[in-house]
């Protein structure tokens, strides 16, 4: 059965830090990957997509890396601000499947 | 850009009662799907839809679950008699293809349902 792990489950830093947010899978085959932002209480806001034939995708601040022999990708923030604070969920599309599978979520908190 | 819209963004309900859950997705999608989320805990993944049929469904979609698309741009999602235990947030989403290296799924804001 698929898993997903984010590590760290929490992360608090002050603001201008470069962070690094992990998210690992039990099975590395993996069509694509989401990160995903979620404040609390409220929907999921996707911050990029990596498909299957990439291997990073930035917007802005935001990189994310896909390794797919290892089944494993980073989110990098940089420069990280007070309204970077959430919690950023990673959620992978295994290959032969239609369910995305989420992990746990990192809850970042950046403080002024 | 096109996006994923849902209806309504809460809804609160007294158990037993039942509840339909609207979605509209992305114009050309073909396939569509609902997850949830219960409060403190991951997202999972209840059922996709595909030609008017459920193409997956988890070992949460119970008899109490059922999903339609009534005319050509809905989605819904109907719990029959509510359960506490089905407090959460509940996600459409939608993708174009499915079980291709390109298909992406694309996520509604969500529906708060609270069962009183």
């Known amino acids: 059965k698929q898993e997903v792990t984010q590590i760290p489950a929490a992360l608090s830093v002050p603001e201008g830090e470069n962070l690094v947010l992990n998210c690992s899978f039990t099975?590395?085959?993996?069509?694509?990957l989401q990160w995903f932002r979620q404040d609390p209480g409220k929907g999921l806001t996707s911050l990029l997509l990596?498909?299957?034939?990439?291997r990073e995708q930035t917007s802005g601040r935001l990189n994310a890396s896909l390794d797919k022999s290892s089944g494993r990708s980073t989110l990098y923030i940089a420069a990280s601000q007070p309204g970077d604070s959430a919690t950023y969920l990673c959620?992978?599309?295994?290959?032969?499947?239609?369910?995305?599978?989420f992990g746990t979520g990192t809850r970042l908190k950046v403080l002024a | 850009e096109p996006e994923v819209t849902q209806t309504p963004s809460h809804q609160v309900t007294q158990m037993g009662q039942e509840v339909i859950l609207r979605c509209v997705p992305i114009?050309?999608?073909?396939?569509f799907y609902w997850y949830r989320q219960i409060l403190g805990q991951k997202v999972e993944f209840l059922v996709s839809?595909?030609?008017?049929?459920?193409?997956?469904k988890s070992e949460i979609f119970d008899d109490q679950f059922s999903v339609e698309r009534p005319d050509g741009s809905n989605f819904t999602l109907k719990i029959r008699s509510t359960k506490l235990e089905d407090s959460a947030m509940y996600f459409c989403?939608?993708?174009?293809?499915?079980?291709?290296?390109?298909?992406?799924?694309?996520f509604g804001p969500g529906t708060r349902l609270t069962v009183l």
């Open positions: 989403a939608s993708s174009e293809l499915a079980g291709d290296s390109t298909d992406t799924q694309y």
């Open positions: 099975d590395s085959a993996i069509y694509n």
């Open positions: 990596i498909q299957s034939s990439q």
């Open positions: 959620a992978g599309l295994p290959s032969g499947t239609y369910k995305y599978i």
């Open positions: 114009s050309n999608h073909l396939y």
């Open positions: 839809f595909y030609n008017n049929e459920i193409s997956e």
